[in-house]
């Protein structure tokens, strides 16, 4: 698991019995809804409007324009450095996990047109183990930075994750600084990078490279952070205010520049990357 579970802070919607597969229980208003028809409507619940984590392939799906999306470093996959092993080898849970997920690690990158526009593009996968970072997040997102450099492309991320990988500890904190150095190295090429912020972004990614984009785009209701609402409720011994890290207190608080529903996402970036790259 990630090092912080981002919804540690609230309390457990009351419990229904709810059949797995066919029906999924909304984590935002607890009623049962028909997987079928939340895949439909984007992971969006059609009672609340809570935003599901959203798959990798399908955000890229939903970000670029068809056909154009060319996936780069797929190949590349995670070493066991320290041998590790919770409550199962770390080798088992990354293979375990992919063929769960679909995909070989935590983020899907590549290259891809956004309305034409040619971006450099990446998106997190939280259904492998939490959207960590580990060596080859880091090493992906740092790559998506520097193919925007190479290509002169627009830099698009969208993060979902619950921190820092602890299989990789040290590895994965290495990241943080890796990840921001080649976000830097993009805005001395004068190109923008533009953050996609979805429920929920935490801890390492946070600290990094999530928190570094030029304008911060978040879905309703993501929660964002360094430690979780619990942690810091207990370290401060205070209650926290309503909505404490939600999309809606951070742009409130200047963190978030705009929240967006997922079905607006792609021209609300499209529009930010045309403001940010006059014609040349
Ligand atoms: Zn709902």
């Known amino acids: 698991m990630a090092e912080t579970n981002g919804n540690a802070g609230e309390p457990p919607p009351p419990k229904t019995k709810v059949p797995s597969g066919v029906w999924v229980k909304c984590k935002g208003c607890a009623e049962p809804l028909f997987a079928a ?7 969006v619940c059609p009672k609340c409007e809570y935003h599901f984590p959203l798959s990798a392939n399908k955000r890229i799906e939903l970000l670029v324009d068809e056909g154009s999306f060319e996936e780069y470093d797929a190949e590349v996959v995670p070493v066991d450095v320290l041998n590790f092993a919770d409550k199962k080898p770390y080798p088992r849970r990354l293979a375990e996990t992919a063929k769960k997920a679909g995909v070989k690690e935590a983020v899907v990158t590549g290259l891809g047109t956004m309305e034409g526009i040619g971006v450099s593009v990446a998106a997190m996968e939280f259904g492998f183990i939490g ?7 880091g090493e ?3 790559r998506t930075f520097q193919r925007g450099v190479d290509h002169r492309r627009p830099v698009v991320i969208a993060a979902a994750s619950g921190g820092a990988r602890m299989q990789e500890g040290v590895v994965s904190l290495m990241q943080l600084g890796k990840t921001n150095a080649a976000a830097a190295a993009l805005a001395d090429a004068g190109l923008p990078y533009l953050v996609i912020i979805s429920d929920p972004t ?5 600290a990094s490279y999530a928190s570094v984009g030029d304008v911060t785009v978040a879905e309703p209701a993501a929660l964002m952070g360094f430690a979780g609402p619990r942690v810091i409720r207990e370290t401060i011994r205070q209650e926290l205010p309503p909505g404490f890290q939600r999309s809606e207190f951070q742009l409130e608080h200047g963190f978030v520049d705009l929240i967006a529903h997922r079905r607006d996402i792609r021209s609300v970036v499209v529009q930010l990357i045309r403001l ?4 040349s």
């Not at 959207?131 to 997040?137: E, K």
């Not at 935490?202 to 946070?206: N, S």
């Open 276 to 279: 940010l790259t006059p014609a």
């Open 140 to 142: 992906k997102i740092a």
């Open 37 to 43: 028809e939340l895949e439909r409507n984007l992971m």
């Open 202 to 206: 935490m801890a390492g990614v946070m």
């Open 131 to 137: 959207g960590s970072m580990g060596s080859v997040v």
